[in-house]
């Protein structure tokens, strides 16, 4: 059992449009991290968020932590075929315990 | 490039054969951790050092697994008597010991078990 549930498992979009994933767990999190990996890369970074009910946008991203601090969204506005990767959320703790990820594809 | 390096890349082996990674993490972060991840799921967390020092390790990391950080640099994870269920992504990834909740991943090590 995932700590981390991320919905979609998959998703695949038209360049243009908008799309949100999700990220929900029963656990409370002192803070909650997005990262974003390519295929036989690495994850990378994107933000960490830390206060319940926060926001934080990256350009054309835009990430919530939910007021309890359980749960956490991301928004992408106007994706493009570069926003492709898989999405992971990541909760703290001495060691990152990570969900499953979200598959984005973007086809032009 | 100052960031996480790996190496080697990928890594084909037999089943029962040895394997060594090496993962050379941001210069100034205390603390360097090991994950393995395979198809479809997110990274599964192994061990970490800080410094020299493995303060945790998981039940995943089963007694043929060993990782060392001798100098509180550069890390090694040896697998022994490698399994077919070994074969996966080896990610290695570093933090400050402030901020150990934004940790910055290597490219990882692709391991394949024939």
């Known amino acids: 059992t995932q700590l981390l549930e991320q919905s979609p498992q998959f998703l695949s979009i038209q360049e243009g449009e908008n799309l949100t994933v999700y990220c929900n767990s029963s656990?409370?999190?002192?803070?909650l991290q997005w990262y974003r990996q390519e295929p036989g890369e690495g994850p990378v970074l994107l933000v960490t968020v830390v206060t319940g009910g926060e926001v934080k946008k990256l350009k054309r991203l835009t990430f919530q932590f939910g007021d309890a601090r359980k749960d956490s969204s991301l928004h992408i506005t106007a994706a493009q075929p570069g926003d492709t990767g898989l999405y992971l959320c990541?909760?703290?703790?001495?060691?990152?315990?990570f969900g499953a990820g979200t598959r984005l594809t973007v086809k032009p | 490039d100052t960031g996480v390096s790996q190496d080697p890349r990928h890594k084909i082996t037999k089943r029962g054969q040895n394997v060594t990674f090496r993962c050379d993490p941001i210069s100034e972060h205390n603390r360097l951790y090991w994950y393995r991840q395979t198809l479809g799921q997110g990274p599964e967390f192994l061990t970490y050092f800080q410094n020299e020092a493995q303060l945790e390790k998981s039940r995943l990391l089963s007694d043929r697994f060993s990782a060392e950080r001798p100098k509180g640099s550069f890390s090694t994870l040896e697998i022994q008597r490698t399994e077919q269920g070994d074969s996966a992504m080896y990610l290695c990834?570093?933090?400050?010991?402030?901020?150990?909740?934004?940790?910055?991943f290597g490219p990882g090590t692709r391991l394949t078990v024939l």
């Open positions: 990541a909760g703290e703790g001495h060691h990152m315990r």
């Open positions: 656990s409370v999190f002192s803070s």
């Open positions: 990834a570093s933090s400050r010991l402030i901020s150990y909740n934004e940790q910055f």
